[in-house]
């Protein structure tokens, strides 16, 4: 059901409510006082004589007799008699008093037999057939003023439909107007900022019960709601997503500057030496400053890539072309290549692997880039002749993992929980090997961003392992 259908059902519902307790209202008022103070004797007995009279009428020719005792008695107890005729109108009275009407429109005489105050006269009434039509008796009896009936009931029915129409109006109110405030509310909360439902005093959402279901008035803008709902979930992860930009941008400015400083502060000595006039500098010493600038220069451009790709990566900004490919043969290449450059020559290297081929969707440049990395972590940080073993292996679960094991020096365990951390090494450009440090960062987020997860198991002088781990696997060629 729409939310129009639903709010046209609530609204006749609670019509049909209100009609409902009115005429309920009504009806226990009426039986109330009839009890409390209608004089039932007196109208018993006023039944009982027009029923007698009715009995007694005789019409013969036109001319209406009356039992004369019966008259009697009702001039003794003040009373007064009439018949009528089927349209209405007066063929017989006794001892009808003046203000008393002599022909009753339709309705008007069940109207003054219910309001006895119009006419002052409690009224009792018998209807009979006679004459070849249909004939009415009325009796009319003095209205007691001091009980005064009618206008207490007339009292008590207005006071009853104040009554009524109040108790719809907080009916209404808390089943309509309360969830349109909270929506209202929420939406001017949404305005300050604050990105969530406003809550009661013991931190609930107003709109949901301690068992977080919605409460039974909200559930009519159950669609505003969840709208609301989406909304706000919306604009929270907008928010903690600029703050994250922020902060990742705070972050790699400072880190930019921070490890520019070092390299920069080389070019700019040699600089400031090849400038100065108190030097007089050979071609041979001008060529070795200028290599040092230029490497200086050359390790400032790759740590700006890097922070570049590291800022892509932890922000999800970085596309990835994947085609599906065989593992197998690119990590053998990979290893090919790692082997034949200068210090993968220093060490022995070896690729493995128990099956032919492993197909699996990546995007070869940066994987190769989160391989490559790994392997010349092996290569760069352990002696000369350490045996690196390769390996590529099929998982039971379908997944396959690259794993890449040495013999070397190993690390502790401090330095395993934190190897992932940037900069955790230091970057120091008078290492023969010169790397960013952001090499290991940069290979588990390229790792993850495929799907994959990496883990490191090492000992001091045991050599360390490194495995890459791909769960999901595509088989088909």
Same mark, same amino acid.
């Given at each position: ?37 209608? /004089? ?16 007694? *009428?005789?019409?013969?020719? +036109? ?64 209807? /009979? ?6 004939? *009415? ?19 008590l029915w207005m006071a ?38 406003? =809550? ?23 669609? =505003? ?7 706000? /979930? !919306? ?12 902060k990742t941008r705070e972050?790699?400015?400072? +880190?930019?500057?921070? /490890? ?18 108190q030097y007089h500098w ?61 210090? +993968? ?11 032919? !081929? ?70 120091? *450009? ?5 790397? *960013? ?41």
């Amino acid at each position: 059901m729409n939310i129009k259908r639903r709010l046209a059902w609530n609204f006749v519902s609670r019509l049909l409510l209100l009609l409902f307790i009115w005429a309920a209202l009504f009806t226990i008022v009426m039986l109330t006082f009839e009890l409390l103070f209608e /004089d039932k004797p007196k109208e018993v007995a006023q039944k009982a004589s027009v029923q007698k009279i009715a009995a007694s *009428t005789k019409f013969h020719s +036109g001319i209406i007799e009356v039992n004369p005792q019966l008259l009697d008695s009702l001039q003794k107890n003040n009373m007064w008699l009439q018949i009528l005729n089927e349209t209405g109108k007066v063929i017989y009275s006794y001892n009808q008093p003046q203000s008393v009407p002599n022909r009753y429109a339709p309705g008007e005489l069940v109207s003054h037999y219910v309001f006895p105050a119009k006419t002052g006269y409690y009224l009792s009434t018998w209807y /009979d057939t006679a004459a070849g039509q249909t004939i *009415t008796w009325v009796i009319g009896a003095p209205w007691n003023k001091t009980t005064p009936w009618n206008y207490t009931v007339n009292n008590l029915w207005m006071a009853s439909i104040i009554f009524t129409v109040f108790l719809v109006a907080i009916l209404f109110g808390s089943q309509l107007g309360a969830p349109i405030l909270h929506i209202l509310s929420w939406v001017q909360t949404l305005s300050r900022g604050l990105y969530m439902e406003p =809550v009661n005093r013991k931190g609930n959402p107003l709109s949901r019960t301690k068992h977080g279901r919605v409460k039974r008035s909200y559930r009519i803008y159950k669609e =505003v709601i969840d709208a609301l709902n989406q909304l706000t /979930d !919306t604009l929270k992860k907008s928010k903690e997503e600029r703050e994250r930009l922020e902060k990742t941008r705070e972050e790699w400015m400072t +880190g930019i500057s921070h /490890d520019i400083k070092t390299p920069l502060s080389a070019v700019k000595g040699y600089a400031d030496m090849l400038a100065s006039q108190q030097y007089h500098w050979n071609e041979q010493e001008v060529r070795r400053f200028a290599a040092i600038i230029q490497e200086r220069s050359i390790y400032m451009e790759g740590l700006i890539e890097d922070f570049n790709l590291t800022f892509r990566l932890k922000n999800d900004a970085l596309p990835l072309h994947c085609e599906r490919g065989d593992i197998i043969e690119f990590v053998r290449e990979a290893v090919i290549d790692m082997a034949n450059t200068p210090y +993968g020559k220093k060490h022995n290297i070896t690729f493995k692997s128990d099956v032919q !081929t492993i197909y699996y969707s990546f995007d070869r440049k940066w994987l190769l880039r989160a391989i490559d990395n790994l392997l010349a972590n092996a290569v760069n940080h352990n002696p000369e002749n350490t045996y690196i073993q390769v390996i590529v292996e099929r998982l039971p679960n379908h997944g396959f993992q690259i794993v890449i094991r040495d013999n070397g020096i190993g690390i502790d365990e401090e330095t395993k929980l934190r190897l992932f951390e940037r900069y955790f090494r230091g970057t120091d *450009t008078n290492q023969i090997y010169k790397g *960013t440090g952001l090499g290991m960062a940069i290979s588990r987020q390229l790792i993850k961003a495929h799907q994959g997860n990496i883990v490191v198991n090492s000992n001091p002088n045991k050599g360390t392992e490194v495995i890459v781990r791909f769960e999901e696997q595509d088989d088909s060629k």
